[in-house]
Nanobody, 128 residues
Framework: QVQLVESGGGSVQAGGSLRLSCAVFGYSPSRPCMAWFRQAPGKERERVAG???????TYENSVKDRFTISKDSAKNTLYLQMSSLKPEDTAMYYC??????????????????????WGQGTQVTVSS
């Protein structure tokens, strides 16, 4: 069974740092797409950062200079280093994984709207 287990969430003051981890069990596609999403109460879920099988990364604009997504492929583990945290970053953070999709014309790509495997989430709370 595929299982994603997040850890590292907690409560910090504004300006602090946290590192989230996501261990993936039972799933190791040849071209993995992995991402961090977050959802705050009353707001839509949004992709915070993503990383492709080739190491390419994408970031939501509000976090691109403060967060860093990385992975350890050998350990099948995803990380999100968060620095200079703001109260606006308060949310439940979810790890997600999927295999790259393939199009005859476009080739392989990560589809941000079609992650099939999800963790249960880890809460990040940033106080002012």
């Amino acid at each position: 069974q595929v299982q994603l287990v997040e850890s590292g969430g907690g409560s910090v003051q504004a300006g602090g740092s946290l590192r989230l981890s996501c261990a993936v069990f039972g799933y190791s596609p040849s071209r993995p797409c992995m991402a961090w999403f977050r959802q705050a109460p009353g707001k839509e879920r949004e992709r915070v950062a993503g990383i492709g099988w080739d190491g390419s990364t994408t970031y939501e604009n509000s976090v691109k200079d403060r967060f860093t997504i990385s992975k350890d492929s050998a350990k099948n583990t995803l990380y999100l280093q968060m620095s200079s945290l703001k109260p606006e970053d308060t949310a439940m953070y979810y790890c997600a994984a999927d295999s790259a999709r393939y199009g005859f014309i476009s080739g392989y790509f990560c589809d941000p709207g079609n992650y099939n495997y999800w963790g249960q989430g880890t809460q990040v709370t940033v106080s002012s």
